[in-house]
């Protein structure tokens, strides 16, 4: 037997290790990868960011659906400094298929609609597998509240398909300790009343049960007074909004109206003046890639509970 057979035996062997199958739950589907996305593309900051900090910027060949609605801050302009943002707002199936893309990471209402040109049966075709944000899956399947675990479960996942499951692991065991240590100077009381302002002046868009704030108000020791609320995002009414009398009011600030101009507008409207939160002046900002799922829910959960002690 000669070492050049020897040699290309392991080479196969080597090989065939690389590309093992590997399957993830997305939703109500299972995606089975075949090898490593090699380009792949990303839809808005959250997601994008769980990218970056996985180090997965080298495998990527642009993200999409930021600057349309959002700014990046500066970590996150220096992690996609070498990758061009494909469309500013959702991209359309000719602008993944025309960067040649293979993966797409994205969500229900975080790039990709119900019924619309982009969902993962319109990119089959094309070769664009897609995984879809966890906390999203409520757009499509029954799924319980929203919870801290629906982001390290798409870490964890992500780790699966790209072959980082070592740094998605040391990531999510970061994340619980410092959650873990939040928690521990939440002292036990009566849960805090918490209403999240996302926009809206006619009436407000916030975020229900199935959405990630949910989960980071309870991890701080609040109660979101929206949980009858059964949806992800979306829109109530002020009186739902002044019948629940929320204590602290969490604005969530992106777009062009900031988050100074949200709490005037509440602090000035009179029909809002009886509400506690409002009284007491007690509002605190959230930033967009921090209320929605990604690697800033940790520092969120420390800003709420801060929040919450009145420090």
């Known amino acids: 037997m000669t070492k050049s057979f020897v040699a290309s035996v392991a080479i196969a062997l080597s090989a065939g290790a690389a590309v093992a199958d590997t399957s993830v739950q997305s939703c109500n589907r299972t995606v089975t990868f075949d090898a490593p996305p ?17 180090g997965l910027a080298d495998r990527m060949v ?25 469309s500013a707002k959702y991209p359309s199936k000719e602008v993944l ?7 797409f990471f ?36 029954d799924k319980g509240k929203a919870s801290i675990d629906d982001m390290y479960t798409d870490l964890m996942n992500l780790g699966k398909i790209f072959g980082v499951e070592e740094k998605a692991a040391s990531l999510i065991e970061g994340y ?15 849960p805090v009343r ?15 049960l199935y959405a990630m704030p949910t989960a980071l108000i309870e991890a701080a020791g609040g109660t979101n007074v929206m949980n009858g609320f059964e949806k992800s995002w979306g829109t109530v009414t ?47 900002t959230l930033e967009y890639v921090e ?14 509970a801060e929040a919450f002690r009145g420090e």
Not at 97 to 103: H, K, L, N, Q
Not at 123 to 135: K, S
Not at 194 to 208: H, N
Not at 255 to 274: H, I, L, W, Y
Request: proline share 5%; hydrophobic share 40%.
């Open 238 to 284: 002020w009186e739902d909004v002044v019948e629940q009398n929320p204590e602290v009011i969490i604005i969530v600030n992106y777009g062009t109206v900031t988050a100074e101009q949200k709490r005037a507008f509440m602090m000035s409207n009179p029909a809002f003046a009886d509400i506690d939160a409002v009284k007491n002046d007690r509002f605190v």
């Open 38 to 54: 090699q380009r792949a593309i990303s839809n808005d900051v959250n997601l994008t960011e769980m990218m970056l900090v996985l």
């Open 194 to 208: 918490v209403f999240v302002y996302d926009s809206g002046e006619d009436k407000p868009f916030t975020a229900g």
């Open 291 to 304: 209320a929605t799922p990604g690697p800033r829910n940790i520092r969120a959960i420390q800003t709420l």
């Open 106 to 141: 994205a969500g229900w209402n975080y790039g990709m609609k119900v019924g619309g040109d982009v969902t993962p049966e319109t990119l089959e075709p094309f070769g664009i597998q897609v995984y879809e944000l966890t906390e999203s899956c409520a757009h499509v399947m």
């Open 97 to 103: 298929v025309g960067a040649d893309a293979d993966f």
């Open 176 to 190: 619980k300790a410092d959650v873990a240590a939040v928690k521990e100077g939440v002292e036990p009381a009566e």
């Open 62 to 86: 642009g993200y999409t659906g930021i600057s349309g609605w959002k700014t990046l801050d500066e970590e996150m302009r220096a992690g996609v400094e070498e990758l061009p943002e494909l």
